[in-house]
């Protein structure tokens, strides 16, 4: 069974660092683009990271030099630090794989597989 679970979410204060963890089970995340997402009430899904099978990493213009996206194939596990974060980045925060991406992969429908989110504050 295909499952991604993921953890590190919390209040953090503006100007703080969180790192986001998504393990995956029942599948290798080795052959699959990831993709990371987040989502405010009311708001449409957004594509915050993107690791693809074959190394390449893209942010989101909001958060280019902030986080950073990594793999640790041994732990079949995905990483996202979050640094300086902001208030207006208080969101659930999901991870998403996808064996066969192609195209654009800032779409939500791009991805087959999604975790249940983990929810992260930035205030004081």
């Known amino acids: 069974q295909v499952q991604l679970v993921e953890s590190g979410g919390g209040l953090v204060q503006p100007g703080g660092s969180l790192r986001l963890s998504c393990a995956a089970s029942g599948f290798t995340l080795d052959y699959y683009a990831i993709g990371w997402f987040r989502q405010a009430p009311g708001k449409e899904r957004e594509g915050v990271s993107f690791s693809s099978s074959d190394g390449r990493t893209d942010y989101a213009d909001s958060v280019k030099g902030r986080f950073t996206i990594s793999r640790d194939n041994a732990k079949n596990t995905v990483y996202l630090q979050m640094n300086s974060l902001k208030p207006e980045e208080t969101d659930v925060y999901y991870c998403?794989?996808?064996?066969?991406?192609?195209?654009?992969?800032?779409?939500?429908?791009?991805?087959?597989?999604w975790g249940q989110g983990t929810q992260v504050t930035v205030s004081t």
């Open positions: 998403a794989a996808d064996p066969n991406l192609y195209g654009s992969h800032w779409p939500t429908v791009a991805y087959d597989y």
